[in-house]
């Protein structure tokens, strides 16, 4: 099992990158670079990709909807040659909430604008001549949505790689099964063991019997919290305004992917309660109303011994890279933390 982790991106770049390096020694697979709607992922790949390696480097997530699918491509491959083939393509949807108030962009058809920016993405890494006549998306364009002079071109540069992995983040069951279908790994989030087959086996199971045999295995990425150690349970506590963040405020009522999720994990009174104070202005009180258990299943909190048997229950679930969160006070607790894991992983 390879470990993983994500930077924050609330932070700049620049004091990050020595604690990545850092991390790289410490036996840390890959590092993903979240977007949102701070600075752009591709500035802090490209300076990663500078300081370190080893590590693969992954977007966490691109949004689909914010670059053209070929610019997509083309950014993917010019990653893919600073860091010398350590990138992987994380994509995504987001939600309408940034991609319509930030960008002034539609949010329509996730689904069938991914499957059609993969397969542009994979055309042009090949360095075919770009044509593609999709619902969503046409190359060239024809001329009566023109000019007419759109010529079928292929990217210049000879790519490092003509199969860049690809990685998509998703929830729904159209948008795993599309995961399972078509991508080399699988994103999901707040991903509790014990429910996983519950929620995705079925789309899961639907998307691979449809995926092509020249595929590898798929990848599943983890996100639990990590703390190894004794008397480390008040952490917990740590966890749970995250959580109430996303159950709460990610989204209108009726309209939010992770109180759905945490509704099929069997906390559905409790994410209704969660959402209720949450819009309503009390984050704290959220907080306060996420169950300790939900935290502690999705999390690496404990002692050695625990950690080890949540390890074996993520990787009995399928689960190939554990994308953690180390708490501690400084960057050499983070540090310490990862070297931890890697001893029991």
Not at 34 to 49: I, M, N, Q, T, W
Not at 81 to 103: M, T
Request: charged residues 25%; proline residues 5%; contains cysteine.
């Amino acid at each position: 099992m390879r470990i993983g982790l994500g930077i924050n991106y609330a932070g700049g770049f620049k004091e990050v990158a020595a604690e990545v390096a850092d991390l790289e020694k410490a036996g840390l697979d890959i590092v993903f670079v979240p977007e949102a709607y701070s600075f752009d992922a591709v500035s802090a790949l490209g300076y990663l990709a500078g300081r370190t390696e080893r590590v693969q480097l992954a977007s966490g997530i691109l949004q689909i909807y914010t670059r053209t699918p070929t610019l997509t491509a083309m950014t993917a491959a010019g990653l893919d040659y600073v860091s010398d083939g350590r990138f992987v393509l994380g994509l995504g949807a987001s939600g309408p909430q940034v991609i319509e108030g930030f960008h002034g962009v539609r949010y329509d058809a996730p689904i069938g604008r991914t499957r059609e920016i993969i397969e542009i993405c994979r055309k042009v890494w090949k360095r075919e001549r770009l044509e593609h006549q999709g619902k969503y998306y046409t190359m060239p364009l024809p001329a009566d949505q023109g000019t007419g002079l759109g010529k079928s071109l292929k990217l210049i540069n000879h790519p490092v790689r003509e199969r860049i992995p690809v990685l998509l983040a998703a929830l729904g069951p159209k948008n795993v099964a599309l995961a399972a279908e078509i991508a080399e790994g699988w994103q999901p989030i707040f991903f509790l063991p014990e429910k996983a087959r519950d929620v995705w086996g079925e789309s899961l199971d639907a998307g691979l019997a449809k995926r092509d045999p020249s595929l590898p295995d798929l990848d599943v990425y983890a996100g639990p919290v990590l703390a190894i150690g004794e008397n480390v349970e008040h952490l917990l506590e740590l966890v749970k305004p995250n959580l109430a963040l996303y159950i709460g405020g990610m989204g209108a009522k009726g309209k939010n992917f992770y109180h759905t999720l945490a509704t099929q994990y069997g906390y559905g009174a409790e994410a209704d309660r969660i959402q209720e104070l949450y819009l309503a202005g009390d984050k704290q009180g959220a907080a306060q109303a996420v169950p300790t258990e939900l935290a502690r299943s999705i999390s690496l909190i404990g002692p050695e011994s625990y950690v080890r048997e949540r390890i074996a229950a993520f990787a009995e679930a399928g689960v190939t890279v554990l994308n953690v969160v180390p708490l501690a006070e400084d960057r050499a607790g983070r540090v310490a933390q990862v070297e931890k894991l890697r001893t029991l992983v």
